[in-house]
C-alpha cells in the first residue's frame, strides 16, 4: 500500500472519529436543554436527580414577599413550594406566569433565576402547551 493511500485512510478514519463526537456531542446537549421548563406535576411524577438544576415552569401563588420571597408555582394540579433570594421582575405577580430555575431541595424548590413574562397579554408558548398537553385550562 502506497504512503499517500495510507495517509487518506487515515484522514478518512480521523473524520469519521470526529463525526462521531460532534454528535455525541450534539445528542447530549439535547437531552439536557430539550426541555424549556418542567411542570409542578411532571416534577411530582418524575423527581430530578439531587442538585440537578432545572427549570419550574407554572402560575405564581401564596406569594410572600420578603428578602427571601416565598411562593407557590402551581399547574393547578400540584403546587411546589420555591425560595428565591434576590429581586423579582416587575411583572412577578400572583397568578402571573413564572418560569424558575434552580434545584430541588428535600420538597422545596431553591431558585437562582426568577423569570415573569413581560406582557400582561403575553403567555410563552411553551408555558401554554405544556398546560393543554396536560389537559389544563388556566385561562379560566
Do not use: C
Request: charged letters at 25%.
Amino acid at each position: 500500500m502506497s504512503a499517500r493511500k495510507r495517509q487518506r485512510i487515515r484522514l478518512v478514519a480521523i473524520g469519521l472519529v470526529l463525526l462521531v463526537a460532534s454528535t455525541v456531542l450534539i445528542i447530549v446537549g439535547i437531552g439536557q436543554g430539550g426541555q424549556f421548563f418542567r411542570l409542578p406535576s411532571e416534577i411530582v411524577e418524575n423527581p430530578p436527580r439531587e442538585g440537578q438544576t432545572i427549570r419550574l415552569g407554572g402560575l405564581v401563588a401564596d406569594w410572600q414577599r420578603g428578602e427571601t420571597h416565598a411562593f407557590m408555582v402551581t399547574d393547578t394540579e400540584v403546587s411546589i413550594p420555591v425560595r428565591y433570594t434576590g429581586i423579582v421582575p416587575d411583572l412577578f405577580a400572583e397568578g402571573a406566569d413564572t418560569i424558575v430555575t434552580g434545584r430541588m431541595e428535600g420538597d422545596t424548590f431553591m431558585a437562582d433565576e426568577v423569570l415573569a413574562k413581560h406582557d400582561e397579554e403575553y403567555r410563552p408558548k411553551e408555558l401554554t402547551d405544556a398546560f393543554e398537553d396536560r389537559g389544563i385550562d388556566i385561562d379560566g
